[in-house]
């Protein structure tokens, strides 16, 4: 058998309504739906070469190779896929991001959405939508909603079986954009699997996961109706469920540093002024901003004159994950 080599590209996602818990952590069962936006704009971008030569898995990321907890997540993934495709060989797997890694963007949404894209299509697995968004989500929960395009939901699910993400709305739906401020770039000292272990800890968590199905609903309903009043409310009650969740976990948890809370502040207030913008916080530092586009000149100027912002990155909504080549 020669080598088999695909390349994959998929975009992160931004949650509107949070992933914070798992009922099964081996195989990201959460404990509540969610509901994103693919960020056209970002990507990550892999290929992988299964060769019945080499004598185990490799990862080289931006450039650099990967050992350790990495590697080994990857050839775990990995290890679905050849159970999948009843084939024993390795792989040599190269990816890079169009953005920095650690800095409160999902990348492991985007870096296992690729990655199981590029190796089901080297080793010429065609699995549906949602099997693929399953099998993501083994690698990484948030993941299986970078699969399709434009506004995605994930349903929490029964079991493995019913578990994955598929698109309420294509990206053209409505001109949302998240812009994001970047005020740290170092990777986070608790990842997001560490953190979301800590989820049963706190006392707020049992009431989170209740009341989303009914977050979910009203988001799904202001998406549907493009409104934006309705839509900035339920977006920063969810944010701020899981960062109380977070605050309140044993051990407490803190994402936010003193500027995230002044933007989150400045934010409110802008929107008290009429500007139609919200904020929503995943699990760091930076804040994402959500906007209609009209709002993008104005959060610019605003954000620019802040000292501790670094960068500001412009998101638009994205489609579904994509295979760009295969070769046998
Ligand atoms: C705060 O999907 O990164 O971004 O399943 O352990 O890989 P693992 O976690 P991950 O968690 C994402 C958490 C979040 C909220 C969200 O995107 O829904």
Redesign the pocket.
Known sequence: MSALTATALAHP?I?FI???GNRDQSI?LPQNG?L?MCLDGLYTTTTVRFDPQLTADSLVLDGSPVQGAGLVRVQQFLDHVRRLAEKDIYAQIESSNNFPAGAGI?S??SAFAALALASTSALDLQLSEPDLSRLARLG????CRSIPGGFVEWQAGETDLDSYAFSLFPPDHWELLDLIVILDRAHKATG??AG?ALAHTSPLQKQRVTEAPMRLDFCRQALLERDFTSFAAVVELDSNW?HAVMQTSAPPLKYLLPATEDILDSVLGWRAEGHSVCATV??GPNVHILCLPQEEAFLRQELSQLPEVLELITATPGGGARLLSVTA
């Open positions: 996602n949650a949070k992933y914070w990201h969610s994103s999902a492991s949404a990484s929960g948030s993941a997001s699997a979301m899981m995943d699990a």
